[in-house]
């Protein structure tokens, strides 16, 4: 049975390599032609590769073995075939067997004296990153590592002299010779020695000759030495033909092996372009077409290598950023593509976008359509079992707010095998997203599919037209704080073209300040040593260096006929001095033009007409247009356009292939024209596409009409404002904002003065939607001024309750929340609602007694059988959840009354998302008030009750309100607290996602600081997320909030270290705006963390003082209050000195110690997790205070257990504390020692 295929690795003689080739390459002339042809290519490029090896050999030798200052060549010894060996690689069936199959392919070169070996590789990300066919594999991406190194003292090659480079040259250029031939160039010398010339001389010489050089002015002499027979002539290709005739015959082209090194290396990397001949069927007109290699890069080694260096940094887990400036033209887009297959290769993914310049408001649709592509990216890239881990966090992180998530990236549902995209409101109505909002749930997003194994690149081409809102989006992503670290962002820009203030320097600047690393590059043109070399002078006087105008400039050389290809020689050939003296423009948009113009005539206006759309254009659009009379060759035209070069056909559309030929294209049209034929073709569009759905092509329409919007006619400008509505109505369902403003503005404008009576409903959705977008892009008095037109014009207050809603929330967001409170009042009022300006406490407690009445026989399962409310009602409550916000700052003396009104529609008309709000409301307010367990009991199912009916509305918005108030106030009563953080971590997120939920986002927040602390979270993780809180905060301009979370952080920092290595970043202060209302809670705040601080820092005496203060307050909330007692009572025991002065007298601990045992036995009852362990703590001291021994000890024991039970770690170590000085205070010092060692480990964590 035959042995499995193996590779074996064997060093063979290059002699012996040499006539083993010349066997194969006997052996292929018997093939077919095509085949031959192949085979022979093969065998150019093997016979190339050890080229490249032999020759960084033998200057790898100079460089070791160089002295000060040779007299002769170093190489004259080693320079021939029997100084090197080939190390090759053959794949075989039987081992041993070398001779029956030859090699495949070469693994290096060894030169045997001096000792040196090279090994020849292709990396790895090359070989995986092209297909496998022998064609797409030709070029050779080879990189060569020597040994031994050279020492790091070693000289170079400059100190030799220039007689010993051109004989080098001259020596080398015989051994390619040989190698490539199998034969030596020159006739057998008397010594025998047949493999050319003597290596210690020169090639004999056979006659001198006198030559004048009319450039220089003055004679010269050529040595010609004698004849062989050229490797052109022997069928080898004219580039490894004239390469060796250059070095044998010593032309000034190779001064030294370096030269020559770079040429093999160019023939091996790109060999269609240099080292093979060209094929007949680039002939095109009679003449050989200039063939350039697309996706080439030349000349840009150290900045592939700069970008490669700083991906590489992301994949180690740091967000960083690279942008890379330059011409037009210079390659930026290039040296980006350069990365892209290493990070395919890496398991990363990649997503592009080009920002158009037709795009009116550079919008931030750009941003989300990259984000979107990235869910069909996952979808492809990942195993199945990568792709369960994905969706399975992605709904576990979007659980309540997954429509939010599907909206921005409608592909997300492409994750989910049995997932239905979920439905989104219509425009007019929905919550509006801003761009803060849009952040902060890509962001999650974000957190979840990127990964080291999975790292995302971002490369956004062009960014001088960039919005400042997709730049402020970017920054959001690559400075978020709790990322994975694992995101690469890549802007190219014309740096020419941006001034200061630019939106780029902003995003610049904005990273720096936030720590992220950002790396800034700028490409300049080639250096002549990177442009063809004997036409390098011309061609950099001309581009100086811009890759894509030499590139132009070369290609009209070749149609003026200054630039031709000769068969004969099989190389090109130009006149320098015609070249010189020939007018051709120095500018590559003229040069394109020109090109153009020569095309037929329909094939200019279909570039003109795309060029109109920008870079791309769409598929939807070409149809339409093909659909007209005028454009029903349309097609045609393009594909003339795509033989020409111009343009290429992608997935969704056409492309052109640069923007310059973009711009190119467009400069054909006249600038005094171009407002007419964007107008024309708008209007052409429109009447084709009229009566179908333009979803997918609404913007390109519109952009056409808008960009002439001063030629629409009066009887047309009705039917375009709608136009510009629908599209600033799409734009909204992506959230992109701005965008919607511009169009949205386009409409307010084309709507005529009479608007509201000739075209109410038109004018009465403008209006509106024009309004939201205004607010959403911060443009807040515009949107007062649409509003209050609408108020005035609305013909009832139906058609007013959307303007309503969003004035007040504007006045609320403005602080100006008494007008809020007002205004809602009076809508009430209009909708048949009577809102009482105050009530007494007698009425206020009777109306929530039979609130509770009617709750007490209401079950779960009856609110979830219960039907929804109908059309009337459902405004009243939204109105009715609005005021209640309000009242919490501006009259919260009017909140259980809001509440319980609220309650009693939901029971007689039926539920709504709003019903949930109000119960969970109605529950977190009696909390507060109740003193008997049996009504917390009752209250807490009520709530409990409500979280059941969120989802059956499964409404994002309502999340962050339910959550603040259940799991703020109700659920720390009967859930354990850990899961009350977890669910104000969710409802902070879900709020800051969605839209105007943002404030209650805020509020989740400050409860989620303060029981995080209380149910004892590491304090610098808790000092960590804190800061991130508040930095979402201050970028969402939050003051209210702020000084609340300030106060905990102060109070975290100051535990951790007295304040000492964590200084403070936010500022506590009142806003200046602030009510009384405000000011009492923040100083019930304030009081609380000063409490805090000084109990657990041992100021027993100021801690006393400001407990005492604090439970004074009528704010104080009902857990706060427990909290509070709890650290009182405990401070008792500490024997707190009267302020008397003479410290004979003690605060007495069993009056506070009876009123907190009693407050924490009763709420232990309904959750033993969450306050058994205080109790067991307070008997315990209790008893050690009246020395009761055992009874202490006992009581430690369970305090300790309880709180271990409940992960409590701080008061488990304030357990072990406690009961330390318990055994102190009876001599057991051993004892006490232990339990103080166990408090400071638990402390520690």
């Known amino acids: 049975m035959a042995d499995e295929a193996c590779v074996h690795n064997i060093n063979v ?21 095509d085949e031959t042809i192949q085979l022979e290519k093969q065998s150019s490029l093997r016979k190339t590769t050890v080229a490249y090896g032999i020759v960084e050999l033998l200057r790898h030798a100079r460089i070791v073995s160089n002295g000060p200052q040779p007299s002769t060549s170093i190489l004259a010894g080693e320079c021939n075939v029997d100084n090197f060996v080939v190390l090759t690689s053959s794949q075989f069936q039987t081992a041993g067997d070398f001779s029956q199959l030859p090699w495949d392919d070469v693994g290096g070169v060894n030169m045997v004296s001096p000792s040196l070996s090279a090994q020849i590789i292709e990396p790895s990300f090359v070989i995986d ?34 007689a010993s480079d051109f004989n080098d040259c001259h020596l ?156 037009s033209g210079s390659g930026k887009t290039m040296l980006v593509q350069s990365l892209i297959a290493r990070v395919d290769v890496a398991g990363g993914y990649v997503l592009t976008q080009k920002v158009e310049q037709m795009s009116k408001e550079s919008p931030l649709l750009d941003v989300l359509s990259a984000f979107n592509e990235l869910c069909i990216l996952i979808r492809c890239k990942s195993s199945p079992r990568e792709l369960l881990v994905i969706s399975n966090k992605l709904m576990n992180d979007f659980e309540s707010d997954f429509s939010v998530l599907a909206r921005l990236l409608p592909n997300i549902n492409t994750l989910f095998h049995q997932r239905a995209k979920p439905t989104t409101e219509d425009a007019s109505t929905e919550q509006m997203m801003n761009l803060h909002n849009v952040s902060y749930t890509l962001q999650r997003f974000m957190r979840i599919v990127s990964s080291r194994d999975r790292p995302v690149m971002l490369f956004f081409d062009d960014l001088q037209w960039a919005g400042k809102s997709s730049l402020e989006l970017i920054q959001a992503l690559l400075s978020d704080t709790r990322g994975s670290g694992y995101f690469f962002f890549v802007g190219s820009y014309r740096d020419n073209e941006v001034k200061q203030g630019h939106a780029i320097f902003d995003l610049i600047s904005g990273l720096d300040s936030s720590g992220v690393k950002s790396t800034k590059l700028h490409l300049c043109g080639l250096n002549q040593h990177d442009l063809v070399k004997p036409l390098s002078d011309i061609v950099f006087e001309k581009t100086e260096g811009n ?135 708008g209007m052409l569009l429109y009447s084709a596409s009229k009566g179908q759905d333009l979803s997918g092509a609404i913007f390109q329409v519109a952009d056409q009409i808008n960009h002439g919007i001063s030629l629409i006619q009066p009887e047309m400008r009705v039917e ?26 386009n409409a307010f404008a084309l709507l005529p003065r009479n608007s509201w009576s000739s075209h109410y409903e038109l004018s009465l959705r403008v209006f509106l939607l024009y309004a939201k977008s205004a607010y959403s892009c911060g443009k807040v008095k515009k949107a007062y001024k649409a509003l209050k037109t609408i108020l005035q014009k609305g013909r009832c207050v139906n058609d007013k309750l959307d303007a309503y809603l969003l004035h007040v929330t504007i006045l609320h967001a403005c602080e100006e929340r008494a007008e809020a409170y007002t205004t809602c009042c009076e809508v009430l009022s209009q909708l048949n609602e009577t809102v009482p300006d105050s009530t007494d406490n007698g009425t206020m407690a009777e109306i929530v007694k039979r609130t509770g009445d009617m709750l007490s026989n209401i079950s779960e399962v009856d609110l979830m059988d219960m039907k929804e409310t109908d059309s009337a009602i459902y405004p009243i409550l939204k109105f009715y959840n609005l005021l209640n916000c309000i009242a919490f700052w501006e009259k919260p003396e009017m909140m259980p009354f809001i509440g319980c009104r609220m309650i009693y529609l939901t029971l007689e008309r039926g539920v709504c998302q709003y019903s949930v709000f109000s119960l ?102 808790l000092l960590k997320e804190t800061d991130y809180h508040l930095e979402v905060m201050t970028r969402f301009r939050n003051k209210l909030s702020m000084p609340y979370l300030t106060s905990y952080r102060e109070t975290i ?43 657990w820092l041992g100021y027993s005496t100021r801690c006393h003082h400001y407990a005492k203060k604090v439970l004074q307050m009528d704010l104080l909330g009902r857990h706060n209050k427990l909290m509070i007692l709890f650290y009182a009572a405990l401070n008792s025991f500490r024997g707190i000195k009267n302020n008397n002065g003479n410290g004979s007298q003690f605060i007495k601990a069993k009056p506070l110690y009876k009123d907190a045992i009693s407050a924490l036995r009763t709420a232990a ?62 001599g057991e010092a051993q004892t006490a020692l232990d339990f103080f060692r166990e408090a400071k480990q638990c402390y520690l964590k």
């Not at 590592?145 to 003292?153: A, E, H, L, M, V």
């Open 13 to 33: 003689p290059l002699q012996k390599w040499i006539q083993e080739e010349a066997k194969r390459e006997a052996l292929q002339k018997t093939q077919r032609w």
């Open 129 to 162: 990153s092209v297909d496998d066919n022998i064609q797409n594999r030709m070029g050779r991406y080879l990189e060569v590592y020597i040994s031994p190194p050279p020492p790091t003292d070693a000289g170079d090659t400059g100190s030799a002299s220039l």
């Open 172 to 327: 080398f250029g015989v051994l390619l010779y040989e190698l490539y031939s199998g034969m030596a160039p020159f006739p057998s010398n008397p010594s025998g020695n047949n493999r050319g010339s003597s290596p210690e001389e020169e090639p004999p010489r056979k006659r001198s000759t006198v030559r004048y050089d009319k450039k220089k002015g003055k004679s010269y002499s050529t040595l010609q030495k004698k004849p062989y027979t050229p490797l052109k002539e022997l069928g080898f290709s004219s580039s490894i033909s004239t390469l060796v005739q250059n070095l044998i015959d010593g032309h000034d082209e190779y001064p030294s092996l370096d030269s020559v090194s770079s040429d093999i290396h160019l023939l091996l990397g790109d060999p269609d372009c240099f080292l093979f001949d060209l094929d007949s069927y680039n002939v095109q007109g009679g003449s050989m077409q200039l063939q350039i290699k697309k996706g080439k890069l030349y000349g840009r080694e150290k900045e592939v290598s700069s970008i490669t260096e700083a991906f590489c940094r992301v994949s180690s887990g740091k967000n960083e950023a690279f942008f890379l400036g330059g011409y």
């Open 547 to 681: 890759p894509m105008f030499a590139i132009e400039f070369l290609r009209s050389l070749v149609n003026c006929r200054l630039l031709k290809f000769s068969l004969r020689e099989g190389r090109w050939i130009w006149d320098e001095s015609k070249v010189r003296s020939e007018n051709i423009t120095d500018n590559v948009l003229y040069l394109l033009s020109a090109k153009m113009t020569s095309l037929p005539e329909n094939t200019q206006l279909a570039l003109k007409v795309i060029s109109c759309f920008g870079i791309i254009t769409d598929t939807n659009v070409i149809c339409y247009l093909s659909s007209t009379s005028e454009y029903s060759d349309f097609s045609v035209w393009l594909s003339q356009a795509i033989n020409e070069g111009c343009i290429q056909k992608i997935e969704n559309g056409f492309k052109f292939v640069h923007d310059k030929v973009r711009e190119a294209a467009y400069s054909l049209i006249p600038d005094d024209k171009k407002a007419q034929f964007h107008h024309n073709l």
């Open 720 to 745: 375009f404002a709608g136009l510009n509505f629908s599209a600033g109505s799409r734009a909204i369902n992506f959230s992109d904002n701005k965008t919607a403003y511009s169009y949205l503005k």
């Open 920 to 1021: 969970t409301h109605y529950a977190a307010i009696l909390c507060h008030q109740c003193t008997h367990v049996l009504n917390l009991q009752e209250v807490c199912r009520v709530g409990k009750a409500a979280l059941s009916l969120l989802k059956r509305f499964g409404s994002s918005e309502m999340v962050p309100r339910v959550y603040f108030c259940y799991y703020g106030f109700v659920a720390q009563y009967t859930e354990p607290l850990q899961l009350c953080t977890d669910n104000l971590r969710k409802g902070f997120e879900v709020g800051i996602s969605s839209g105007d939920s943002a404030i209650y986002a805020f509020y989740n927040s400050i409860h989620l600081i303060r029981l995080a602390f209380h149910c004892g979270e590491n304090l610098p993780s």
């Open 1053 to 1095: 920092s100051m535990i951790i270290d007295k304040g000492g290595s964590t200084s403070q970043k936010y500022n506590s202060d009142l806003p200046e705006a602030s009510n009384l209302v405000y000011a009492q809670r923040h100083t019930e705040v304030l009081q609380v963390n000063k409490m805090l601080q000084s109990f």
């Open 1165 to 1226: 009852e309904l959750s033993s997790h969450n306050f058994s362990s205080k109790v067991y703590l307070l008997e315990a001291e209790m008893n050690s205070f009246e020395k009761k021994y055992d009874e202490a000890r006992s009581s430690y024991a369970a305090a300790i257990t309880s709180s271990c039970s409940s992960r409590y770690v701080h008061e488990q170590g304030l357990a072990y504390e406690l009961a330390g000085l318990h055994y102190a205070k009876f």
